[in-house]
């Protein structure tokens, strides 16, 4: 049913081939375009991608013990914040 296609990269402008067993699994999982970058491409732009994602942290006053703490999430005033400690005992 599928035939293996070639593609050219949009970063490098190589040509990379999009098999057949690749576009059957597109087709499984609902995508419509085609890639657009060969696999190095694609290997480099998540990597580079992934040097930024440290999380930012909060600091915070645990509701339940009033211990410091940092959250990955900006406190608001309306809901009560915990320290991991008190978060664990909360479930």
């Known amino acids: ?3 293996d296609k070639t593609l050219v990269c949009k970063d490098c402008g190589q040509e990379f081939t999009f098999t057949a067993g690749e576009q059957e699994f597109y087709a499984e999982k609902g995508f419509t375009n085609e890639p657009q970058r060969c696999k190095s491409c694609r290997q480099a732009r998540k990597n580079s991608r992934g040097e930024n994602t440290e999380r930012q942290m909060f600091d915070a006053v645990c509701a339940a013990c009033g211990k410091e ?3 990955p999430f900006e ?9 991991s400690d008190c978060f664990r005992s909360q479930k």
């Open 1 to 3: 049913m599928y035939e």
């Open 69 to 71: 703490c940092k959250v």
């Open 75 to 83: 406190p608001r005033e309306d809901r009560p914040v915990y320290c």
